[in-house]
């Protein structure tokens, strides 16, 4: 019976942690930048598109640092 308690008592601590963390991301404007210029970058020299094309897919690939 000790042993279940001391188990769902840590249990609880391992599953909620000791700390607190911060729930939400803040954005970083200067990653999300650098990400896009990257990102365009090798849409342009990989396919050799256009480079409305090559933006539209940075976007696409730096949305999470948004």
């Known amino acids: 019976m000790k042993k279940t308690l001391a188990l769902a008592i840590a249990s609880v601590f ?3 942690g000791c700390g607190s963390s ?3 991301v803040e954005s970083d404007p200067a990653a999300y ?4 210029e990257t990102e365009a970058a090798k849409w342009l ?5 256009n ?16």
Do not use: I, W
């Open 14 to 16: 391992l599953l909620a």
């Open 51 to 66: 480079l409305d094309y090559a933006n539209e897919k940075a976007a696409e690939a730096c949305a999470d640092l948004q």
């Open 22 to 24: 911060a729930d939400t």
């Open 33 to 36: 930048n650098k990400c896009l």
């Open 45 to 49: 020299d990989e396919t050799g598109s």
